[in-house]
């Protein structure tokens, strides 16, 4: 992705704070139903329950020189790694205050069923959290071809994920890939040009 020269021309301009960046593997493989668990319950993702809260967070504040705190941590995901971002949120938000939902989040009509009907604290934890400004930003974005439906087809667009959200409660800023040169689909160039924008951001409240 190139995140190292991105994020290194930033900082020398001055455009994003000096940052600790980690870059997993997230793919553990959960299923639930035949489905990848992520796109039918946010609830249940291996990789954010199992590896990202007691593995990897622990880890890099004991070995690298990482601030602690929600208040320090911003997560950030594309493609599957934005359903692993998202799920984070509703699963613990006393561990990130900052939010990218790169090709976008991926909410869906079971997710929106399974959080309302057996989950609603988890709905409330996130208004909270923003209520009180200890999520300070989520941000979602996507490209052209995947804002019109011509990445995955008719009817699976960035839009259900602004809708559901309106649906919930739940306050984000929404920035169409379009605005900011990100025309392509679900690629390489997309999620570059997201984190050109995203990483300006953080850790500037």
């Known amino acids: 992705m190139r995140t190292n ?3 290194d021309n930033l900082i ?16 553990v493989g959960t299923y639930l139903n035949g489905e990848p668990a992520p796109t039918s319950s946010a609830t249940n993702d291996q990789f954010v329950q199992d590896e ?8 890099i504040e004991a070995n690298y020189p990482a601030l602690p705190g929600a208040q320090n941590r911003a997560i950030a995901g594309l493609s599957l790694g934005s359903v692993n971002a998202r799920d984070a949120m509703f699963m613990d938000t006393d561990q990130f205050a900052y939010y990218g939902l790169f090709s976008w989040g991926f909410m869906t009509p079971a997710i929106d069923t399974d959080l309302v009907q057996n989950h609603p604290q988890l709905i409330s934890n996130v208004i909270k959290a923003e209520t009180t400004k200890k999520i300070k930003l989520l941000w979602i974005s996507a490209g052209g071809e995947e804002i019109s439906g ?3 087809g008719p009817g699976v667009t960035v839009q259900s994920t602004p809708a559901a959200f309106d649906q919930l409660g739940i306050t984000y800023t929404y920035d169409p890939g379009t605005a900011f040169g990100a025309i392509y689909g679900h690629v ?12 300006p951001q953080l850790f500037q409240h």
């Open 150 to 152: 011509a990445v995955f």
């Open 12 to 27: 020398a301009a001055g455009k994003a704070k000096p940052m600790i960046v980690v870059i997993p593997d997230a793919n």
């Open 188 to 199: 390489w160039d997309t999620w570059r040009k997201d984190l050109l924008v995203f990483a």
């Open 5 to 7: 020269f991105i994020l």
């Open 52 to 59: 990202l809260m007691p593995a990897i967070i622990p880890y």
